[in-house]
Structure formats: structure tokens, C-alpha cells
């Protein structure tokens, strides 16, 4: 009953075509149309809450939820821990997902990219260069933004968000488990090539360079002492 419950929850959402922000109906209401007691309309509620489908707010009602990656986020991170601490390379598995995801997409953008976001993923990297000189480490945030401008112009809001989804998760396990030195002049230099080879039209050299920055990080990974699982 709960899972069918949930299920007619979205049905009635999509339905209606609902959009994140819009108000569903009332507790009594949706009681009425389902045909069920306040109790049950209530859990399936809290358990579209915790899939970021739904968003109650005590006092003013329910609403749809913005529809969020960070169910995934929070699955991804909490499945890399758990592994890692049944000794499985788990961080180094959601490495390959990323590695997997970006080499394929890269090659679609190669000579593609609008010469606004060329601009803007010069200016990281110079970033980049300024932060390696100053001492380093190439700031997270720094990075980040270099992949997500590198796929915006592809026109898929849902893409950019997985692979936000996917950095988020990475980030976030291997600061908590994995103490990784870094390079920063190999980081500069590694999305110095990426951008290069996106801007010249290469495929190939494309690819190259995406595999070559995952590849370092790999090694830096495998080459860490981790901490004791």
C-alpha cells in the first residue's frame, strides 16, 4: 500500500502537469481522492520528502520538490563509504564513472563550444595558474566550475546535473577517507591541455587529455596510504 500510494502521489503530479514550487492538494483532500486514511497519506508524503519529490512545509502545506540530484548524491557518497570500508576500491570505481561519462561527452564538444564559455574556461584555468603560483592546491571550487562550464553548452540541464551529481559525491568521499596530495601545477597544466584540445577540434586529442587528468588522479588515489578500513 505505501508504495502504491507514492506512485499515485506522482501520478497526480505529473497529471497535472505540476512543476517544483507548485502546491498539491491539502492532506484532507488528497484523503478523499485516494481513498485513504490521514496516517497513510502522511508516510507516502514523508517518503516523497526524502526523494526530494515532494516538500512539506509545516504550517503552509505541500508542495512539489525541486527535483533535486542530491538523493543521488547522498546515495552515491554513502555507497563509496560503505564499500570502502568492506575494503572494496569503491572511491576508485566512482573515478571510473566520471572518467567513463566525461571521455564520451568530451568528444562531442570538441570544436563546439561557444566562444563565451571558451572565454570563461580561460579564464579558470587561469585561475588555476594563479592558485599553483601562489602555493597551491587548485581550489575545489575552481575545478568544479571548469567541468560544469566545459558541458554547458550542450543543452541538457539533466546531464549537467549528473555530472554534478557525480563531482559532488567524488569530492566529497575522498575528502573524508583519502588524504590526496595534489600537484597543482599537473592540474593546471592537465585543464590547460582539456581546454586546448576542445578549442582546436581534435577528437582524439580530446579524449586523450580527459584520460590523462583522470589518470593522474587515479594514480595519486592508488599511491595515498588510506586509512584503516
Known amino acids: ?31 478523499e481522492l485516494l481513498g485513504v486514511s490521514r496516517n497513510s497519506v502522511r508516510e507516502a508524503l514523508k517518503a516523497l520528502q526524502a526523494m526530494g519529490i ?25 555507497r563509496t563509504v560503505a564499500g570502502h570500508y568492506r575494503g572494496e576500491d569503491s572511491l576508485l570505481q566512482l573515478l571510473e564513472l566520471r ?3 566525461e571521455t564520451g561527452l568530451v568528444a562531442r564538444l ?25 602555493g597551491g592546491p587548485v581550489a575545489a571550487a575552481t575545478d568544479r566550475a ?4 566545459l558541458y554547458r553548452s550542450l543543452g541538457n540541464p539533466l546531464l549537467v546535473e549528473v555530472m554534478e551529481a557525480f563531482w559532488e559525491a567524488f569530492h566529497r568521499v575522498r575528502t573524508d577517507l583519502v ?22 577540434g581534435d577528437v582524439l586529442r580530446a579524449e586523450q587529455a ?5 589518470g593522474n588522479i587515479r594514480q595519486r588515489l592508488t599511491a595515498t596510504p588510506q586509512q584503516d578500513r
Do not use: C, N, W
Open 146 to 149: 571548469f567541468h560544469a562550464t
Open 54 to 78: 515532494v516538500e512539506i512545509r509545516h504550517g503552509f502545506g505541500t508542495y512539489v520538490g525541486a527535483m533535486s540530484m542530491a538523493p543521488m548524491v547522498e546515495g552515491l557518497a554513502f
Open 110 to 134: 570538441a570544436g563546439r563550444v561557444p566562444d563565451g564559455d571558451l572565454a570563461e574556461l580561460g579564464s579558470l584555468v587561469g585561475r588555476m595558474e594563479k592558485e599553483a603560483e601562489a
Open 1 to 31: 500500500m505505501p508504495r502504491d500510494l507514492q506512485e499515485q502521489i506522482k501520478k497526480l503530479i505529473v497529471g497535472r502537469r505540476l512543476g517544483p514550487g507548485d502546491s498539491l492538494p491539502t492532506e484532507p483532500e488528497l484523503m
Open 210 to 214: 580527459i584520460r590523462a587528468h583522470f
Open 179 to 200: 588524504d590526496v596530495p595534489q600537484d597543482p601545477e599537473v592540474t593546471h597544466r592537465q585543464h590547460r591541455d582539456i581546454l586546448d584540445a576542445v578549442r582546436s
Open 99 to 101: 572518467e567513463a561519462v
